[in-house]
Structures are given as C-alpha cells and as structure tokens.
C-alpha cells in the first residue's frame, strides 16, 4: 500500500505545478460581479481578509456583499465599520428569515437579492484574496462552454499546532485532489470556498434555494452543472484560507466532517489511505523489524511525505512551511488517517451555531433531542 503513494503523490504535485502555470487569456468585455460573502463570528484576522477585496483590480463594475445573520453576530461590528469606511464599494445586509438547514446558504439567499452582477462570485469569510481575482475569473467564464470559476485554496498564517496540521491537509491533500481533479482527470468540480457563476447559470439551476438544505452545496452545484452539459475551470492563482489559531479540536472536527461528506458523494474516498505511505511504512517496519530494506523504506517514505507536503505549500503560496513545523507532518499522516475512519460513521455536524443531522446526499435535518449550540466564540464557517 505503501508503494501507492508513491506514484500518487508526485502526480498530486505535477497537477499543482500544471494549474498554477495554466495560460489564460483576459476577455475584450468585463463582465459587471457581485462578491458575496457571508460571515458567522470572528474568524482569525478577518478585518485584514475584508480589506484584501479593496485591492481587487478589476476593470468592470463591481461591489463587495457581506451578510450576517443578525445584529448579534460576532462579524456584526467589524462588518458595519467595514462597510461605513467603504460605502463606495461594500454593503452589508441581515439575513431575512431561516429558509433552509445549511447557515451559509441561508445567507446567500438573502445576499443575491441585492447583487446585481452578472456573475456571482463567492468568498468566505475566512478567506483572502489577491488583487487580480476578478480578471481570472472573468477569464475563465469568457472560455467557451465554461460556466462556473474556482480557486485552489491555500492555508496561511499558521500559528498554533493545530492551524499548522489543518494547513498542511489543506495545502497537500485538498489543494493536490482538486488540481488532479482539473490537469488530469478534466472533472467538473467546484471549489465552494472562491468560485464565480454566470448568473443566467445559477438562474437556470435553480438558484441558492436548490441547496439550502444540502451540507455539501458545493458538490450539489457541481452535479447540476454537469448534468446540465456545462464546465468549470480553475484559476491559476489560489486564494487564502486563514487559519492562525485553530486548536487541535477543531482541526479534528473540520476534516472528520470533510471526510464524513467525501464518503456520502465519492466512491474514491475510500482509496484515500493510500496517499499516506509513511502510515504503512511504519507499520510494515514494526511488523517485520528485522528488515532492514522496510526500515530504509521507511525513511525513504517519511521523506516524501515531507518533501511532497514541503513542494505543495511552495507552489501554492511560494513559500514552505517553517522548520518549527516540520515534525508535525508525520503526525499530520496519523490524523488525516483518524478522520477518515472517523468519517465512516459520522452522521451529525454543529455549524455555525446548528447542530444538524446529515443524511443521503448530505441532506440536512434537525438533529433530534439537540439545543442549537449559542456562538459566545470564534466560529469559523467551513466551505
């Protein structure tokens, strides 16, 4: 099983390599955006994620969106302050009523009655984006048959173990599937943390309340557009998703359920293990200790857990993860691998202050015998 990952995870950086480098082409006309973005608590450095926008160069009309569920969300303030310094290009809205199970969702539906774009483009709110996210997105809806946008994301600012483990997932597993995903396989995907829609698309599939009560909107979308004949596209430059102070829990927490959701809609999640050659080394070293070949494989495959983690997290934010965080990599394997089995029987998330059971197709429904859990904490909405 071992010997797998080795020819699975040079591929993973051979993918990333060809969609960063990816060519692209602006369009003659720019293409009027509203940016959504709905918030839930206080996400680490979220002023500095909203002010990223400002920097957005884009040469068409555009305005930035932020929505909030009520007055008495931990975003309200900085959101409100945000907006009264740059009415020019934020707004910010309430949320008007709760249509569906899935938070964000929720959120959108009340944001696209107030976007007037012509593509619709979603950020969350523990992401941060480079000035030149509009053009590529215009970019690649200009391409013929494409319909939808997205962007690889790359963790950043890691400041705890926990933050560290969870970007170092991010960076090589998800960042590596998904550029697979478009560079080799040609798939149809969406990555719901920064994407844009032509709105006549999103029109045409049944809009927001399609999802509303679905976990993984993003997937859902996904299939829609597929069955509808349409492709997406990544970008080449990834948006960051921000995670400096996470504990080890909520790391824990958010993969279990990221793993629990890949089980629900992906055959291939259960070949997942097999991007861990460290975690069978080892345990093919301990088993036959005497061989001195399976301990020098073992060393072998350490390193390129390392090296691959290492290669990924450059090419995506040009820069690799600092020495003090190395020894965490190994460690990282032993998680990822806890959480995928953790995923096989999890079947109840708490989100955004909602504890939910989650069904076939990842539908949502009330948890039973459950209070909704008050947010008097940072909350950091997941994709």
């Known amino acids: 099983m071992a010997g797998v990952g080795w020819l699975v995870l040079p591929w993973g950086i051979v993918a990333l390599w060809k969609v960063r480098r990816a060519a692209i082409s602006f369009p003659k006309k720019w293409?009027?955006?509203?940016?959504?973005?709905?918030?839930?608590?206080?996400?680490?450095?979220?002023?500095?994620?909203?002010?990223?926008?400002?920097?957005?160069?884009?040469?068409?009309?555009?305005?930035?969106?932020?929505?909030?569920?009520?007055?008495?969300?931990?975003?309200?303030?900085?959101?409100?302050?945000?907006?009264d310094a740059n009415p020019s290009k934020a707004e910010l809205h309430l949320q008007d009523g709760v249509p569906g199970f899935n938070p964000k969702v929720n959120q959108l539906l009340?944001?696209?009655?107030?976007?007037?774009?012509?593509?619709?483009?979603?950020?969350?709110?523990?992401?941060?984006?480079?000035?030149?996210?509009?053009?590529?997105?215009?970019?690649?809806?200009?391409?013929?048959?494409?319909?939808?946008?997205?962007?690889?994301?790359?963790?950043?600012e890691e400041a705890t173990p926990g933050s560290a483990l969870d970007n170092m997932c991010v960076n090589a597993?998800?960042?590596?599937?998904?550029?697979?995903?478009?560079a080799l396989l040609k798939m149809t995907q969406l990555v719901g943390k920064s994407f844009a829609v032509k709105r006549e698309v999103l029109e045409e599939l049944g809009g927001f309340d399609r999802v509303k009560d679905v976990l993984a909107e993003d997937q859902r979308f996904g299939t829609l557009l597929r069955q509808a004949g349409h492709r997406t596209r990544l970008c080449p430059t990834p948006v960051e998703n921000v995670q400096a102070s996470a504990p080890l829990g909520q790391f824990l927490q958010r993969h279990a359920r990221w793993s629990m959701l890949r089980f629900m809609l992906l055959p291939g999640a259960w070949a997942e293990p097999l991007q861990l050659p460290f975690v069978w080394?080892?345990?093919?070293?301990?088993?036959?200790?005497?061989?001195?070949?399976?301990?020098?494989?073992?060393?072998?495959?350490?390193?390129?857990?390392?090296?691959?983690?290492?290669?990924?997290?450059?090419?995506?934010?040009?820069?690799?993860?600092?020495?003090?965080?190395?020894?965490?990599?190994?460690?990282?394997?032993?998680?990822?691998?806890?959480?995928?089995?953790?995923?096989?029987?999890?079947?109840?998330?708490?989100?955004?202050?909602?504890?939910?059971?989650?069904?076939?197709?990842?539908y949502l429904a009330a948890a039973p015998a459950a209070e909704p859990v008050k947010a008097t904490a940072k909350v950091t909405p997941p994709t």
């Open 281 to 362: 080394a080892l345990l093919a070293a301990v088993l036959s200790p005497q061989s001195a070949f399976l301990w020098w494989f073992l060393g072998a495959s350490t390193a390129l857990s390392v090296g691959f983690t290492q290669a990924s997290t450059r090419l995506l934010r040009g820069r690799p993860f600092a020495m003090k965080w190395v020894w965490l990599i190994p460690l990282r394997d032993f998680l990822f691998l806890a959480v995928w089995l953790r995923g096989m029987t999890m079947r109840t998330v708490t989100w955004r202050g909602n504890r939910l059971e989650v069904v076939k197709n990842t």
């Open 110 to 156: 009340t944001l696209i009655k107030h976007a007037t774009g012509e593509v619709i483009a979603i950020t969350d709110s523990n992401v941060r984006v480079h000035p030149g996210l509009l053009r590529e997105h215009a970019a690649r809806l200009a391409e013929p048959g494409v319909a939808l946008s997205s962007n690889l994301f790359v963790g950043v």
């Open 31 to 83: 293409p009027s955006v509203s940016v959504l973005k709905p918030m839930a608590g206080l996400d680490d450095q979220l002023v500095e994620n909203l002010r990223s926008h400002l920097a957005i160069d884009y040469p068409g009309q555009w305005k930035l969106l932020l929505g909030v569920r009520s007055t008495e969300d931990l975003a309200y303030p900085i959101a409100k302050a945000f907006v």
């Open 173 to 182: 597993f998800c960042a590596a599937s998904s550029a697979t995903a478009e």
